[in-house]
């Protein structure tokens, strides 16, 4: 069974920086996208950036792009969310999520497999 276990939410200023984790475990790394998505009280749930693991490509929605970045550390089958110059329209719940095979964008339909979030504050 394929488990994904998000950490590293928190609260911070504007500006600042904060970097997420997600424990995978429970599948072949190389045959999943994994994801990122927020969701904000009262909106929808956003895709924030995808890998595909095996590829090593990487997308991002445009209101994150040139602040976070995705990237994956296979040893430990952890993926991480590195957020730079945060503002206080980042502040949600994240998730991670995974789906088997490629990533095709950042539309949470495909995501099977879904973390419990954990929690961003960024206050101005």
């Known amino acids: 069974q394929v488990r994904v276990v998000e950490s590293g939410g928190g609260s911070v200023q504007a500006g600042g920086s904060l970097t997420l984790s997600c424990a995978a475990s429970?599948?072949?790394?190389?045959?999943?996208?994994i994801g990122w998505f927020r969701q904000a009280p009262g909106k929808e749930r956003e895709g924030v950036a995808g890998m595909d693991v095996l590829s090593g490509i990487r997308e991002y929605a445009d209101s994150v792009k040139g602040r976070f970045t995705i990237s994956q550390d296979n040893a430990k089958n952890t993926l991480y969310l590195q957020m730079n110059s945060l503002k206080p329209e980042d502040s949600a719940m994240y998730y991670c999520?995974?789906?088997?095979?490629?990533?095709?964008?950042?539309?949470?339909?495909?995501?099977?497999?879904w973390g419990q979030g954990t929690q961003v504050t960024v206050s101005s």
């Open positions: 429970g599948y072949t790394p190389s045959d999943y996208c």
């Open positions: 999520a995974a789906h088997y095979g490629r990533c095709i964008g950042l539309n949470s339909g495909p995501y099977a497999y």
